[in-house]
């Protein structure tokens, strides 16, 4: 028996539910079944909108029937020729062949790859109309939402959108055809959420030009091929469209995804998700060998961080965190935050390898510390867990929770910790000093110049002993500053940060050889502006040297913002690359630097990103 739904007067839903699939595509999971959309146009023609699945066909041939009741087929449209909307294609024409085809070009080439139909149709391109009396239908070209030759409908009579995949739902219709009738929020938004990245999420770019073509038309109802027609608050679903077009996350919080063979990388990823929660940072988490990869993958699209902790296995990722990273990386996610932990029981190589998959995704800001576990976490590595959550916290908004206040008293042996990362959040600039010691021009880089008093005009620096520079301004009281801009590229910070003075001449490679009224040199290359000064007063802070200085001459070269810490850090500074193969030594844990030899010299410091002997590990 028929079973048929009016969409409006001359709109009739003609589709039909499956709830035996046991895998949509042959991938996907569809616990709650799914609908395939068919839509009857009843008017002085009649045309319907593209067919269903072989699955449920005969149901639709019954509905179809039913709902023109004695009339014939005029039109059927093709707007997608997957087959899950063509299966009945060629039972329709063989119960109404006089209907006509309309589809493109590219749908054409299919239908005749696909089927053994010798049929004409009526070829239709980008803003074609077709007139059926009281309504028009316009053909707007939808290329890869999903496949090439997909098209979309616009109804300009009623202001409906045939929207072919767009806009479409994992889940049968239960008895509901409208959006509305269901707690679409909290009952099928995941299932949206699932089918769209999964189905579509690839192609955001192909979305969001099909996005800007609907956002010139009035549009007061969505026929998709799949789930819930809306025709009420349209914009809940186009909203979740537009963030998942342009890989942009719903919200704050962070996919967990593990995969651990004896639980001990579970663990680790459990304690981090516990000191996430205890900064207010939502969590969800995934045991990545149980749950489907679509759902994780659905998860990255709406949540902002990803963290994957993986076991080594085979040398190499373990075989369902490979999998799912390969997924995410095909689906395209970027703009994201991610980190990672990995264990090995003697060789761990896990994380280089995701760092490395990574990297090929757009905007994937990996935070630099990978948590390395030998088999499982040790006492001693709760402070390691601590920081990388401390890390997540500090690229998340609101993160913190407020700390516990006593009304000013102090609370003698309370519990005051410090946190290292917050020193992170203060809003340094990075500077070339620059010095002059007779016919010896040196300069270093800085990140530590403020500006203390107005009258007079004063500012104070911070300088290593270690820097050459320091013991040129301890003799000559002179220097320069030259505030780097955010074009600045790595080269600069090499050139004046990866060797020494006493041995090199930092200027050897410069274009320009400008000096200020000091005689001093300063840098105008990717520099907005210099400040020159001579020391009043220094301080001794044993590994570092005050110096309270008297500005003399500043001048404006640019009006590009300068360079923060933190811009360098997420836009300048190489990113840790993977271990180097065949290359034993220690490996610098920032930057992926390999020191080859037996014992790593204390004062060692990283000849590419500059950090200490601390941040190796012997591979
Ligand atoms: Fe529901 Fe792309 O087919």
């Known amino acids: 028996m028929y079973c048929i739904k009016n969409i409006t007067n001359d709109f009739i839903w003609v589709g039909a539910n499956d709830r035996r699939l046991a895998m949509f595509e042959g991938v996907y999971s569809v616990p709650g079944g799914v609908s395939y959309n068919s839509y009857l ?132 219709l239960n008895g509901a055809l409208f959006a509305d009738e269901v707690d679409f929020d909290k009952d099928y938004m995941d299932e949206a959420r699932r089918y769209y990245t999964n189905i579509v999420g690839k192609y955001g770019t192909q979305v969001q030009s099909l996005l800007n073509k609907a956002g010139a038309l009035e549009i007061r109802m969505i026929c998709p091929l799949h789930g819930f027609v809306w025709r009420k608050n349209l914009s809940a679903i186009i909203s979740k469209y537009v963030l998942w077009s342009a890989y942009q996350p719903e919200e704050d919080g962070v996919v967990i995804a593990y995969a651990s063979v004896y639980g001990n990388t579970e663990n680790a990823a459990e304690i981090l998700a516990c000191r996430l929660r205890e900064k207010n940072i939502k969590t969800v988490m995934f045991d990545v060998s149980v749950t489907p990869a679509s759902e994780i993958i659905a998860a990255a699209f709406r949540w902002s961080h990803l963290v994957f902790a993986s076991t080594t296995y085979n040398a190499g990722i373990f075989i369902s965190m490979e999998e799912l990273i390969n997924d995410l990386v095909s689906h395209n996610i970027q703009n994201r935050t991610a980190a990672i932990i990995e264990n090995g029981s003697w060789a761990a190589t896990s994380g280089g390898l995701i760092r490395e998959k990574l990297g090929k995704c757009k905007n994937i800001n990996i935070i630099e510390q990978t948590l390395s576990i030998k088999s499982s976490v040790k006492k001693s590595q709760l402070q390691e867990l601590e920081a990388v959550a401390a890390a997540i916290a500090g690229t998340i908004k609101d993160s913190f929770p407020q700390p516990v206040r006593n009304n000013g008293k102090s609370k003698e042996g309370g519990n005051a910790s410090v946190d290292p990362n917050v020193m992170f959040k203060l809003s340094y600039g990075l500077f070339v000093l620059t010095a002059k010691d007779g016919s010896k021009d040196n300069g270093c880089i800085t990140n530590t110049a403020m500006q203390i008093t107005v009258s007079p005009l004063r500012i104070a620096i911070a300088v290593n002993k270690a820097n050459f520079t320091h013991d040129m301004i301890i003799k000559t009281g002179l220097f320069n500053l030259s505030i780097l801009k955010e074009s600045a590229p790595f080269s600069i910070f090499e050139q004046f940060g990866f060797h020494s003075g006493r041995d090199t001449d930092k200027f050897s490679n410069s274009k320009y050889e400008d000096r200020a009224v000091n005689g001093i040199r300063y840098v105008p290359e990717y520099t907005n502006s210099v400040i020159c000064a001579k020391v009043c007063e220094s301080y001794d802070y044993g590994t570092h040297t005050v110096f309270i200085a008297d500005v003399t001459q500043s001048f404006m070269l640019s009006s590009e913002p300068s360079v923060t810490y933190q811009y360098y850090f997420a836009n300048i500074k190489p990113k840790p690359q993977p271990q180097q193969e065949g290359k034993k030594g220690f490996v610098c844990k920032i930057c992926g630097y390999v020191y080859e030899g037996a014992s790593l010299p204390e004062d060692y410091i990283c000849p590419l990103c500059k950090h200490g002997a601390t941040d190796f590990e012997k591979q």
């Open 41 to 172: 146009l009843k008017d002085e023609k009649t045309v319907l909108f593209d067919t269903v699945d072989k699955a449920v066909r005969h149901r639709f041939l019954e509905n179809v029937v039913s709902a023109l009741d004695g009339r014939q087929l005029d039109y059927l449209i093709v707007q997608h020729m997957e087959p899950d909307h063509s299966s009945a294609l060629e039972d329709i024409l063989t119960r109404y062949p006089k209907a006509k085809l309309v589809c493109n070009s590219k749908t054409l080439a299919f239908i005749k790859q696909f089927t053994e139909l010798e049929t004409d149709a009526l070829i239709v391109k980008e803003n074609d109309t077709l007139n059926t009396g009281r309504h028009t239908l316009h053909f707007v070209m939808a290329p890869m939402v999903h496949w090439p030759e997909v098209m979309v409908t616009y109804d300009s009579t009623d202001k409906i959108l045939f929207s072919a995949d767009a806009f479409g739902t994992f889940g049968a």
